[in-house]
């Protein structure tokens, strides 16, 4: 029954976890939790939530912020929404989240 579905042991009791899988997919808004090739997505919701990707208008693109290859280049590109988006895990830039 639903009670069960929903207790603290039940298998809907993750789902809003960001730790768990399905729980990072839900918090972050792209597939798994992690930038994927922007191609993958079909509309500019799912897009903009991938913060390696911006809508172009028909197509999701790489973010300009993606091409920058250090903290400095990715810290000082405000055209492209690339402050404070520097990943230092993964050396990669990405642009800030948009408000949703």
């Not at 729980?23 to 500019?44: D, N, V």
């Not at 250090?70 to 402050?83: F, K, L, P, W």
Request: proline share 4%; net charge negative; charged share 25%.
């Amino acid at each position: 029954d639903m009670d069960e579905l929903a207790s603290e042991d039940g298998p809907m009791s993750t789902m809003c976890d960001p730790e768990s899988a399905f729980g990072k997919h839900l918090a972050l808004r792209t597939m798994a939790g992690k930038h994927q090739p922007c191609s993958t997505y079909s509309m500019r919701s799912s897009c903009m939530a991938d913060t390696g990707c911006v809508w172009d208008r028909v197509a999701c693109i790489a973010s300009p912020c993606m091409l920058h290859c250090s903290q400095i280049e990715c810290d000082t590109d405000a055209n492209n929404q690339c402050v404070g988006g520097w990943e230092d895990a993964t050396k990669a830039c990405y642009r800030k989240e948009e408000c949703t």
